[in-house]
């Protein structure tokens, strides 16, 4: 270990983890149990007033996640994390604890079609309004602001174009509402670029992609950067004012710089019960060990293929960042010099017939509604992920009609190449 810490890999392999206290067990183990014994009832009832931290039930709080969540704030750089069932569970509970009925919140429209539908059609349920901008035009954010908003939601890496945002020129708009700025990380990780170096107060992810990175498990994550004050003038209740359910207890007096992740649990995860299984938590710490491999190698297949498909006859335009004269590529060098991800979008001449036709005769490739799979993956926006969205949404999230996008795995660049050869040969 160097002076500065433990470098990103090794975190990635070992933080969190320790040999096992009873068995010597090196791999952190499954801890398939939903409960777990109290010493005596002073015990438990220190537990239960949070005054004492430890294990009650799975639902709350269980060994396996505890470790996978010290491992991936550690990843992101931190205070702590809160592991839960999916990404959409995350983004749920992020909401929960900054929003009351009637409040709302700003996202860029550049966005995972999943969470357009949450933040446009479900939130509704609870009386949170989403606020469209453009990420790709901070002042857009501005405008949106009002007195009842509570925060501003971005991606690092946007869906489904793979364009990376001025994160820092966002989280000062932030900054000046006295906002918190909460990022998904999903499409970049922690090893592409961290939120919280550019301004990010929360950041979430789902787990289920590129950090598990081998499609067999899901899961979501929400990290607290502990930069953000809370304590505001009643704009933050769940955090700022005292909690009957925990005797009179006020989270951010009490667990200062770690009490957004604090009251995502105790107070969201806790009473909507999206827990992850031990099991699931698991893999994705299996999936972690080999991140920073993973990362990079999806990275340089990806600027290969792009570098491929460019030159073909067939092919109208190819977006990726990572590629030199693309619009996004001075925000990649900037954000995240080690790659553009391995997710991006191009065009065929024959429009939306020639796209279909093109995925179906894809063999190595699996067409599916995944990103961050060791295999690759391909999918048609328009006619799946983004087809809830009206047609200008869709074009406005870089979905539109003619759009493939392609999530490059890690298998030989050759064959991903060849692939793609052998189907636009059939078109
Ligand atoms: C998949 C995804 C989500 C939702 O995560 P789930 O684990 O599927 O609930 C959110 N944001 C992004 C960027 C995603 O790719």
Redesign the pocket.
């Known amino acids: 270990m160097t002076k500065a810490g433990p470098g990103f890999s090794t975190l990635a392999i070992h933080a969190g983890a320790q040999p096992d206290p009873t068995t010597g067990a090196r791999v952190t183990p499954i801890y398939q149990t939903t409960s777990f014994v109290f010493d005596d009832t002073d015990h438990a009832a220190a537990l239960f007033g949070l005054q004492q931290f430890g294990n009650i039930y799975t639902r709350i709080m269980n060994p396996t996640q505890a470790v996978l969540e010290e491992r991936v704030a550690a990843l992101e750089g931190g205070t702590a994390a809160l592991a839960v069932a999916?990404?959409?569970?995350a983004?749920l509970l992020v909401f929960h604890t900054i929003m009351r009925p009637g409040d709302n919140f700003v996202a860029a429209k550049q966005l995972?079609g999943?969470?357009a539908n949450q933040f446009g059609h479900a939130f509704k349920s609870f009386d949170w309004q989403v606020r469209w901008a453009d990420c790709a035009d901070p002042a857009s954010f501005d405008a949106k602001i009002d007195e009842r908003t509570k925060g501003i939601f971005i991606?690092s890496l946007a869906?489904p174009g793979g364009t990376f945002v001025d994160i820092a020129a966002i989280a000062e708009v932030a900054r000046r509402h006295g906002l918190p700025l909460i990022v998904?990380n999903?499409?970049a990780t922690p090893y592409l670029l961290r939120p919280l170096e550019h301004g990010a107060d929360i950041v979430v992810h789902?787990?289920?992609?590129f950090i598990g990175g081998h499609g067999n498990s899901?899961?979501?994550i929400i990290i607290d950067g502990g930069t953000f004050d809370w304590s505001k003038s009643g704009k933050y209740p769940l955090l700022s004012e005292p909690r009957p359910e925990y005797a009179g207890v006020v989270l951010h007096e009490v667990f200062g710089n770690f009490a957004f992740a604090i009251a995502a649990r105790v107070l969201g995860l806790r009473d909507f019960g999206p827990a992850i299984s031990p099991f699931n938590a698991f893999m994705i710490l299996t999936g972690i060990e080999t991140l920073p491999l993973r990362m990079q190698r999806h990275c340089d297949n990806a600027l290969a293929v792009a570098k491929w498909l460019k030159e073909r006859d067939k092919v109208s335009w190819v977006r990726y960042s990572g590629l030199e004269h693309d619009p996004n590529n001075a925000l990649q060098m900037r954000y995240s010099p080690k790659g553009a991800g391995a997710v991006f979008t191009f065009g065929l001449k024959g429009g939306f017939e020639a796209g279909k036709r093109f995925v179906e005769g894809l063999e190595l490739f699996s067409h599916l509604a995944n990103?961050g799979d060791t295999r690759s993956l391909v999918i048609h926006p328009a006619s799946t992920t983004h087809r809830q969205l009206t047609p200008e949404q869709q074009v406005a999230a870089g979905a539109g009609p003619d759009v493939i996008r392609l999530s490059i795995g890690i298998e030989d660049v050759a064959d991903i190449i060849a692939d793609l050869e052998q189907s636009l040969a059939k078109i």
């Open positions: 999916s990404g959409h569970a983004q995972y999943g969470s991606e869906n998904d999903t499409m789902s787990l289920t992609k899901m899961g979501g990103i």
